[in-house]
């Protein structure tokens, strides 16, 4: 089954960081590439998103904390997170932008709390 994985997930307190990996299990890496989230009791949001060409688009929560990346050789994706905060406790996924419904993986909990 081609979908993503996603990886590198944890508990963390606030203000600490974590780095999230994505990875691909068949050819559906794209052009533009995006992390989401899901929080408990919330639907799925877009986090951010990144293009072949380079260009960067992050939530409002998201500016001046993550940082998205992509290598397009080894097809793997990275969202370094910093000064973590409780609200963003949530399941992350990768997909396309838009995303497409059969390549949903399990994705990875953060989990920032005290």
């Known amino acids: 089954q081609v979908q993503f994985v996603e990886s590198g997930g944890g508990f963390v307190q606030p203000g600490g960081s974590l780095r999230l990996s994505c990875a691909a299990s068949?050819?559906?890496?794209?052009?533009?590439m995006a992390w989401y989230r899901q929080a408990p009791g919330k639907q799925r949001e877009l986090v951010a998103f990144?293009?072949?060409?380079?260009?960067?688009h992050y939530q409002d929560f998201a500016k001046g904390r993550f940082a998205i990346s992509r290598d397009d050789v080894k097809k793997t994706m990275s969202l370094q997170m910093n000064s973590l905060k409780p609200e963003d406790t949530a399941v992350y996924y990768c997909?396309?932008?838009?995303?497409?419904?059969?390549?949903w993986g399990q994705g990875t909990q953060v989990t920032v709390s005290s």
């Open positions: 990144i293009s072949r060409s380079g260009f960067i």
């Open positions: 997909n396309l932008q838009p995303s497409i419904d059969r390549f």
């Open positions: 068949g050819n559906i890496f794209s052009d533009v």
